[in-house]
């Protein structure tokens, strides 16, 4: 059954009435650019066909919420300070951060919450929770908050009340996508550019099946890395900065800052010359910029592992293979592959088989996705 309909139906079972509103929010898939975008980078994510749904109706309080996949969140008043712990802080922190934004938000709400998307696999699972409550909230109380401020007081929510420093490619890729189109978003200026997927490309989702969290994981590390590196630079974010000025800058090419900001600001530029090859059809070139972030991010930026390596080694062999690369923030999670339309079947058989032999102990989950429009209140 679709999130949407499951919904439904057990807020129906719960609550015996019909929901009041239903929002859903899509997962992304990061095409190339990763680990920009907290740089003020480039990032080209697409908004996937897995969704997280929200069937809810007011109430006069508290919030009481259930998802199918975690259970009873602990109940939570709108008007006041969210709770710290479990799945629910990411709705309850949303409703608070949109209050302290300003927007007069005061419905408390009976809900419940039904996802397709996979969680901790890098398909931005927290983005598309955050999403699909910041449409809701703003929907039962008219507030007119459009979708890039959504995204962005969504990025702060998971700051605040996920303890993950992220940038905000996942909020915007969520809130933004468009049905048949990857987004360049220049995470500086927030311009986005819609680029068409040519029906020739299939994009396939490569899940690992190892799980990863992001709060535990070294992701703040890296951020705080990065930081550093462009302190060491003088320049505002690695965005500003060039090859050149590396070499400038650092000696020993070893060093840890050093081989950071080289995936960074390397990284910038395939994601330049992915939009154009992307738009230009050139698929050889997509398959060996693909390539070279992954290198980069496993050998430079260090957030690859033994099971993203496989995964991309098994889908490199596999029939249509076009590219690979590991996807999202990487240690553990998915790989992202684009592959020749007519192929998918036999990619993702010899993929799934080729890494299990490598693999034994992982189970591996592969998914041919399509691109979509961003969360939004359906009814
Ligand atoms: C996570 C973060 C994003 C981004 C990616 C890596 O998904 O939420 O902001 O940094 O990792 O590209």
Known sequence: MQPIDEARKLFEDRFGSCPEAISIAPGRINLIGEHTDYSDGFVFPVAIDRHIAVAASATDGPSELFSSEFGESTPFDVGQESPKEGWGRYAAGMAWTMRRAGLPLSTNIQAVVCSDLPTASGVSSSAALELAFAVLWNHLDSLGADAKRLA?????????????????????????????????????????????IPAAIEIVLCDTGSRRDLG?????????????????????????????????????????????????????????????????????QLGAIMAASH???????EVSSDGLNAMVEAARRSAGCIGVRLTGAGFGGACVALVQANQVKPFVTQTEDEFRVTEPNLNPNLLVCQAVDGARVIG
């Open 152 to 196: 962005l007081l969504a990025q702060e929510c998971e700051h605040v009340h996920a303890g993950v420093q992220c940038g905000v490619m996942d909020q915007l890729a969520c809130a933004l996508g468009r049905a048949g189109h990857a987004m360049f978003i220049d995470t500086r200026t927030l311009d986005v550019t819609y680029a068409k």
């Open 216 to 284: 535990s994981a070294p992701y703040n590390e890296r951020r705080e890395s990065c930081t550093a590196a462009s302190q060491a630079l003088g320049v505002k974010a690695l965005r500003d900065a060039s090859l050149s000025d590396l070499n400038g800058t650092w000696t020993d090419r070893g060093s840890v800052l050093y081989r950071r900001a080289h995936h960074v600001v390397s990284e910038n530029e395939r994601c330049k010359q992915f939009l154009d090859a992307l738009s230009e059809n050139r698929l050889d």
């Open 295 to 301: 290198e980069s991010l496993r050998s430079d930026f």
